[in-house]
């Protein structure tokens, strides 16, 4: 099993920054491709951005791209997800997810953290 905390979430102004972590617990993350997904009120989760198990390659939704950045520290078990330059549409829940492969789509993912509220006002 895997156990994913994510944190660094709260309330900013529009144009700030934040910086998720999650944390992993139970195994280590080095053989495991990461991602970030969100979901706001009403709407179903999706994707943010994507690591593979090496931080070599990255993807990320084309709204979030040049504002978002998905990094990893195997040696911390910790993924992050710097965000920078903040909407008011980026108000999400935002949750970590672990898997064994690498990719955009939700069903690569066996493993999820609990979430971290991200609201951005104007």
């Known amino acids: 099993q895997v156990w994913l905390v994510e944190s660094g979430g709260g309330l900013v102004q529009a144009g700030d920054s934040l910086r998720l972590s999650c944390a992993a617990s139970?195994?280590?993350?080095?053989?495991?491709?990461m991602a970030w997904f969100r979901q706001a009120p009403g709407k179903e989760r999706e994707f943010v951005a994507a690591?593979?198990?090496?931080?070599?390659?990255?993807a990320y939704a084309d709204s979030m791209k040049g504002r978002f950045t998905i990094s990893r520290d195997n040696a911390k078990n910790t993924v992050y997800l710097q965000m920078n330059g903040l909407k008011p549409e980026d108000t999400a829940a935002y949750y970590c997810?672990?898997?064994?492969?690498?990719?955009?789509?939700?069903?690569?993912?066996?493993?999820w953290g609990q979430g971290t509220q991200v609201t951005v006002f104007s």
């Open positions: 997810a672990a898997g064994r492969g690498y990719g955009t789509r939700r069903d690569t993912y066996n493993y």
């Open positions: 690591i593979n198990w090496s931080g070599v390659s990255t």
């Open positions: 139970g195994r280590a993350l080095g053989s495991y491709g």
